[in-house]
């Protein structure tokens, strides 16, 4: 996963419109977007924009929730790669070392409105939901590891929340400082696992 | 280190200008402030005010740098606590497991301006001086503790750099969700303490 796709056969326009709300963050900013720019950002026609939404905020809420519930959806709950693999793709995903353009592009979007959650409860109430979804995604694969005798017994909820902070940290640092730990936290996270999940072991 | 105090006895009026800028950052938010509210929070001459500052950013990165720069000025540097001790106290210091209310609305405008890093070259400058300085806190305890044998010989920039990303992540999570997990990331680094810096210890 890399920047956000908007393909819904369902809806076109709703796509178009949600694509328009991106491009035009990542390009002028949280703070100086409005929806006159997502609608000079939007190919379509205009007044369907202004008619349906109030403020910038009600199409980034509704840009959040599409990601977000696209994502609940479509993560294989069965999936066939090894505890220890999906672990390593999950941070991989949540904390890159080499991301695209185009991903860091996604994830300074996401820093600016998660910094909304400051002052707006409906930012939080997403936020929330987001830091649960992933950790229920590491709850999910730890708990598939420890079952299988991969990983150690642990408290799967305790680290499955510190994986989760610790990405939001490492994020964050990411797009608002010139010089980004990315490999010190990653080598962190390779010696927590190691002791805590495997400790026995010797590979 | 809680909320912060703006004693200046050699310049009490810029004093009064930043805590005004502060309180006005916690009470309207970032993108809600003005230098006219600021102004009104400010109870002295308001011309002086827009006399001396262009825009509220001016002002918040001033409060910012001076509240930096004074932290860099008066850090012991010969302490007399225990590396243990010291590394505790920071940790403590970057994520209290329970703040009180100023220390939380302190985090909160921190985070509301970090975020202002992702679009504005002038925050990001303050906050990796920032990362710096704390990353340097962390190498000045790690050195201290390898030096006198109470921790293992570790690569003190790579442990420095992580619990200092990890103490962004925590900032931040605590401020923009409902249900931050700040416990599970104080274990993990204690763990992470535990195995890492003090492998042969018992206690």
Avoid: W
């Avoid at 076109?12 to 900013?29: K, Y």
């Avoid at 590891?145 to 640092?173: K, N």
């Amino acid at each position: 996963m890399g920047a956000p796709t908007f393909e819904d056969t369902e809806d076109d326009t709703r796509a178009a419109i949600l694509r328009a709300t991106f491009d035009a963050l990542c390009e002028h900013g949280y703070a100086n977007l409005t929806i006159q720019r997502i609608g000079d950002t939007f190919g379509m026609s205009k007044s369907l924009l202004y008619h349906h939404y109030d403020g910038k905020d009600e199409l980034l809420l509704e840009f959040l929730d599409y990601l977000l519930s696209r994502l609940e959806r479509e993560t294989p709950r069965s999936p066939t790669d090894s505890p220890e693999e999906r672990l390593r793709a999950l941070l991989d995903h949540l904390l890159p070392e080499d991301p695209s353009t185009e991903r860091v592009e996604f994830l300074r979007a996401m820093a600016e409105l998660r910094a909304q959650a400051v002052h707006d409860e409906a930012y939080r109430e997403h936020f929330t939901r987001s830091d649960r979804f992933f950790r229920a995604q590491f709850v999910d694969i730890l708990e598939a590891g420890i079952e299988s005798g991969h990983f150690e017994p642990v408290d799967v909820e305790q680290v499955a929340s510190a994986l989760t902070t610790v990405a939001t940290g490492s994020m964050f640092e990411r797009v608002s400082s010139d010089d980004p730990g990315v490999t010190p936290v990653r080598a962190m996270l390779e010696s927590y696992v190691e002791t805590k999940l495997r400790p026995e072991s010797d590979t």
